[in-house]
């Protein structure tokens, strides 16, 4: 039994290291591969915390799991991330200028509905700067506990699990010293999540630390900062804000990445494209829609000169139809 536990840690474990090799996401993971469980249940394998799983059963759905990863050949699909997509560019300068800022306004909200392009900006920038960027993912597992925000954050700062402080006020004494040492930039994506306990850490820690913050989320996440009940971390849409970027999926993105995926270069048919699949996308993931139309123009010619506004009505049809 003990070499079970340590084979299903191991599993856990490795799956983890593969998705921060692929800079995907822990939500999306769970999304993608359901045998992982919770997030709450993978944290706990890879802790080695497995008081209350079955061991035996977890064994089947992890191994099962990192087979099915490794015979995809990654856990995004391989898909191509374009770097002068508007997401991508806005995310980068607004990043650059907070760079420069000398006193506390240091918060970078960027904020759109799901699937334009948030997280892959994200991406982008921390394949640029490396370790310049801290990444954390936050959960709404975590439940507003500040104790919670933190260990994720010292864990993204090499701290192991078994020596992570016992307590929220250690931890974050301890995220104070290893982010006061140099100026880093922490990006929390999914911030939405965070709860007014945790902004108010948020802000403790911009107060007390150089580096940049980069809060990445849904717009829900503004409406709470102007509600009564997050009174004291308003601050952070206000004097500790440098920029708040509004991202939407617009047609030139569009017409950008169906040039690429499809190699098409007919301007004119691009735009008629583009035209028909905005208003679709936008109730419809977004991003992901188009990516998903462009594989289905992949299957059935509708690439090069075969792309036409038709072709691209008839794709997205079908990829709205398996939504």
Same mark, same amino acid.
């Given at each position: ?22 800079? +995907?996401?822990l939500a999306k993971m769970v999304r993608d591969y359901p045998a992982l469980g919770s997030e709450r249940t993978w944290r706990d394998l890879r802790e080695g915390k497995t008081d209350g799983y079955d061991v035996q059963a977890q064994l089947v759905n992890y191994r099962a799991a990192l087979a099915t990863i490794e015979e995809i050949g990654g856990a995004d699909g391989g898909e191509p991330v374009y770097d002068d997509l508007q997401p991508v560019v806005q ?48 959960? @709404?597992?975590?439940?507003?506990? &500040? ?14 699990? @078994?020596?992570? &402080? ?19 930039? +922490?990006?929390? @994506? ?11 850490? +948020? ?15 849904? &717009? ?44 098409? @270069? ?23 829609? +188009? ?33």
């Open positions: 039994m003990k070499d079970d536990r340590g084979e299903l840690q191991a599993l856990a474990c490795a799956i983890h290291e593969h998705a921060a090799r692929n800079n +995907v996401g995310l980068r300068r607004a990043f650059l200028e907070t760079t420069k800022c000398a006193g506390t306004n240091r918060v970078l909200i960027v904020q759109g509905a799901s699937g334009v392009g948030k997280s892959t900006a994200l991406r982008v920038l921390t394949g640029k700067y490396g370790q310049r960027i801290i990444t954390v993912e936050a959960s @709404d597992a975590w439940g507003d506990r &500040p104790a919670a925000l933190l260990g994720a954050l010292l864990r993204s700062l090499g701290q192991s699990a @078994d020596g992570l &402080p016992t307590g929220a006020v250690a931890r974050l004494e301890r995220c104070q010293e290893l982010l006061g040492v140099t100026r880093r930039c +922490v990006a929390v @994506d999914e911030a939405h999540h965070l709860g007014p306990h945790c902004l108010n850490t +948020v802000k403790t820690l911009v107060n007390t630390t150089p580096g940049e913050w980069v809060l990445i989320a849904i &717009p829900t996440l503004w409406a709470k900062l102007e509600t009564k009940s997050y009174q004291e971390a308003r601050q952070l849409s206000t004097n500790r804000l440098s920029e708040r970027i509004r991202l939407e999926l617009r047609e030139r993105d569009i017409e950008r990445y169906l040039a690429r995926a499809l190699e098409a @270069d007919g301007a004119a048919e691009l735009s008629a494209a583009a035209r028909v699949l905005r208003p679709l996308a936008a109730g419809n993931g977004n991003l992901s829609f +188009v990516r998903d139309v462009a594989r289905i123009l992949q299957r059935t010619g509708g690439t090069g000169a075969g792309l036409t506004a038709k072709a691209a009505a008839e794709a997205a049809a079908s990829a709205a139809g398996r939504r």
